[in-house]
């Protein structure tokens, strides 16, 4: 049985042997991110990160409550209140997952639109359910835009594909990402959390010798350079905020 470390309402971390920790989100109805809640999700990879320290194995699975939603990207409302609300929040999350100590893997459960799309390329191997969800990134459709919104698409996926995902706001199923590169397997539903497993365990032994992060961003440092410029900046406006809404 895991070891339950948070156990909120919104959210849960939960660590099983071999220090493989599950952060589950389970914001309703869709965790969709806000300020306080990506606060919160980096809150829960800092204790991972502080309860393992270093030259340690470990690894974390980020995962949806069901199999409908992964997370359906940003709160776009709260920034009609808060218009640093991203600085504060999302651009630090992708920050904090980008030179993570340790192997990361989402576990996409469901659907994932919008800055979902960033938050699962933040994270090292993607594993999708292979019967639910599409995978979506539309700020062409939205009229959305921040610095470095790009970066991890073009570090990590073929030129074609970055492409269709950021200036032609295509929408993939779990095969069809795939086959393109953005995930590295699919699963049944009954079965995707077992795949992720068996990721995590093989691959937390490669944080133990110290440097995976150094390594990582050797390979995607642009990506958490541009995500840190834009982090916990209040003296000038850091987007352009969207035109339109979902």
């Not at 919104?10 to 920790?21: P, V």
């Not at 365990?201 to 834009?230: C, H, T």
């Amino acid at each position: 049985m895991p070891q339950s470390i948070i156990n909120d309402t919104d959210l849960a971390l939960d660590r099983y042997d071999g220090n493989i920790f599950v952060i589950t989100m389970r914001k309703a109805p869709e965790n969709r991110l806000n300020s306080a809640y990506a606060q919160k999700l980096i809150g829960a990879f800092n204790t991972v990160r502080k309860t393992l320290g270093s030259d340690s194995s470990g690894a974390v699975i980020t995962k949806g409550n069901d199999a409908k939603f992964w997370c359906t990207g940003l709160d776009l409302d709260e920034f009609d209140n808060n218009p640093f609300a991203n600085s504060e929040g999302f651009y630090p999350l992708l920050a904090t997952i980008v030179d993570f100590p340790f192997p990361t893997i989402a576990l996409i459960t469901g659907h994932t639109f919008g800055g979902a799309s960033p938050f699962a390329l933040s994270h090292d191997y993607r594993v999708m359910n292979s019967q639910r969800g599409y995978f979506s990134m539309p700020p062409i459709n939205l009229g959305l835009h921040f610095p470095g919104i790009g970066a991890l698409l073009r570090l990590k996926l073929r030129p074609q594909v970055a492409r269709k995902m950021l200036l032609e706001a295509h929408r993939w199923t779990g095969k069809e990402a795939l086959e393109d590169g953005i995930v590295d397997a699919v699963a049944e539903p009954d079965k995707m959390f077992d795949v992720a497993m068996e990721l995590a365990r093989q691959w937390a032994p490669k944080a133990k010798m110290g440097v995976y992060s150094l390594l990582r961003n050797e390979l995607y440092g642009d990506a958490g350079r541009a995500f840190r410029e834009i982090s916990y900046v209040h003296g000038k406006a850091t987007e352009q905020p969207a035109k339109a809404k979902i």
